[in-house]
Nanobody, 131 residues
Framework: VQLVESGGGLVQAGGSLRLSCELS????????IGWFRQAPGKEREGLSC????????YYSDSVKGRFTISSDFAKSTVYLQMNKLSPEDTAVYYC?????????????????????????WGQGTQVTVSS
């Protein structure tokens, strides 16, 4: 399984970016795919995730209302639409995936978003927000 992120770049404060994460090497069913970020000197932070099984989503408080996660089965791709960006959003953004089978497993995995559960990680894409 491979994950490839794209869409990062430099944007001014208040602007928007859309990140993409394409999954290959497997069908798109039964995955929880999440977006994480890590800024220099800070711990990795879980932002949002989506179940490709039932479409359920999770957002951290830091991005709720500004970021939107979505998926496109035809393209095996998960998107993260990021609006109202601020310099505090500057970081390397990673997508990650964990196989999730069963209704209860989906509920728990989506709700808890524990990075150590994710088995596959992309290479990361830099997002820089200038003030």
């Amino acid at each position: 399984v491979q994950l490839v992120e794209s869409g990062g770049g430099l944007v001014q404060a208040g602007g928007s970016l859309r990140l993409s994460c394409e999954l290959s090497g497997s069908t798109f069913d039964d995955w929880t795919i999440g977006w994480f970020r890590q800024a220099p000197g800070k711990e990795r932070e879980g932002l949002s995730c989506i179940s490709t099984t039932d479409g359920s989503t999770y957002y951290s408080d830091s991005v709720k209302g500004r970021f939107t996660i979505s998926s496109d089965f035809a393209k095996s791709t998960v998107y993260l639409q990021m609006n109202k960006l601020s310099p505090e959003d500057t970081a390397v953004y990673y997508c990650a995936a964990v196989a999730t089978v069963g209704e209860m497993a989906v509920k728990i995995t989506v709700a808890t978003m524990r990075d150590w559960e994710y088995d596959y990680w992309g290479q990361g894409t830099q997002v820089t927000v200038s003030s």
